[in-house]
């Protein structure tokens, strides 16, 4: 090759290597998007993705001034604004603690004090006020007392609870500085109608009493509304079930008082019974749902849950050996045990009779008289008296010829010996007119009410059914032994 062609190559080598530098990128400058992200910039977009959001939600009008830099701008204006200042009372209520404390048996209002650290000054002005210092001497074990003891250390309240020696409403007194005020403390008072239900068990009155009735409830149960209808000491097993409707009175939510029983069934063998409670001429009585009393003129048992030991007839008497006339019936009970009077009379006779021992005899009217014999005393009845069915007229004994404890019952017709147990008499009068519809009206609350609790079916006496197309209650197997009633109260 020439030099001349040489040159020639060499010359366009040198061209060519000099426009190749021109085009190839500057190592200092960002490389070109090549159409997808690496992971550092996936990165750093997010960083500032999420700066500009949390700037658009901090700063007020952010956004706004990012859409609208042509549009007119506005003027802002921001204005300190004092706040009122909380009131006292308020104030007290963020920091409010209260403390209770149950007095225990030797504990002092004193020692309560001291345990809680409240300075004995304060002391000194509870037991001067006027409204505790005479409630102080009747403080006793169980009395809680109740203390508003803030965190820097004061006493802002004390209250007393109420209970026995207390009453029916709390006592408050609020610590002002050097003055101690009391301080009316809202009540509210509010009236349930429950219904209670349950199974019998193993004792009707302990099966009762935890459902919360009392004693009066369990009574008007027992001696008022079923003691026709219904032997408490055999008819019931453990598997019946009772249900009561009941008034309950609640104060500051807690219960205060529980009414009488304004309607109750008892499923004995898969049969309901039913009874209502109407006040008729002012006086409480029982009713079936169809408005027929369920009071009887005469008790058939004048001592509830006895033991019937001899019938009417004739009989070896116990004592004297000879066949005899036994004019009456003999229940068996522990002496003291009370004795009512069979039906509303007026007392005839109250002293001894020979055999009878001590005796009482009343006088129904109509020609009708009963005789209770051997009683242990008599209750505070006197001769010309007038009294009520089931009120007590003495207590069991074994005065006269008696063998042991128990009450001899007679009833006569124009003198002459009835049996007792047999005895048929026309019962009171049904309700009728506005009475019935009266009676119709308040029932039907109470009917409602058990209806929400148990599925049962009140039937009339003439099979027909009310208030209920449900199927009947189903009769549970009967297990073996009665319930003992009212004997198992001990």
Known sequence: MTDSNHDAVLQG??????????????????????????????????????IGVLLAAIVPGFSSVLDTHNGPQLQKMTLQLTLPKLSRRASKATDDHWQTVTLKPGQTLSGVFEELGIPYDQLARVMQHPKIKPTLRRLRPGTELSF????DGSVRAMRLEPGPGIG??????????DALRERAVPVEITTR?????????????????KLGLGSAQINQLTDEMFKYDIDFDSDLSENDRFSVVVDQTWKNGVLVNTGPVLAATFTVDGKVKSAFRFM???????????????????????????????????RNHPILGAFRMHKGVDYAAATGTPI???????VAFVGQQGGYGNVVILDHGGGKTTLYGHMSRFAKIHVGQRIAQG?????????GLATGPHLHYEFRVNGVHMNPLKMTLPPPAPLSGA????????????????????????????????????????????????????????
């Open 13 to 50: 080598n040198l061209e060519r290597a000099r426009v190749n530098a021109d085009r190839r990128p500057d190592p200092a400058a960002p490389h070109p998007f090549k159409g997808r992200w690496s992971r550092r910039q996936w990165a750093h977009a997010s960083v500032l993705t999420t």
């Open 280 to 314: 008729r001429d002012g006086k409480p009585e029982y009713f079936t749902p169809d408005g027929r009393s369920l009071k009887r003129p005469f008790i058939r048992m004048p001592i509830p849950y006895a033991r019937l030991t001899s019938g009417f007839g004739g």
């Open 168 to 177: 029916e409403l709390p006592i408050e007194l609020e610590f002002d500085g």
């Open 340 to 346: 009512q009077a069979a039906g509303d009379a007026r």
């Open 435 to 490: 009475d019935l519809v009266a009676f119709k009206s308040e029932t039907h609350r109470a009917l409602e009410k058990i209806h929400e609790v148990e599925d049962v079916v009140f039937q009339l006496d003439d099979g027909s059914r009310v208030a209920s197309t449900a199927p009947a209650a189903k009769a549970t197997a009967k297990t073996t032994g009665k319930s003992a009633g009212k004997r198992s109260r001990g």
């Open 148 to 151: 508003n003891l803030p965190a």
């Open 391 to 399: 009120t007590v007229i003495g207590y069991v004994g074994s005065t």
């Open 193 to 209: 109608t429950v219904v209670l239900t349950g199974e019998v068990g193993k004792s009707l009155f302990a099966s009762a009493r």
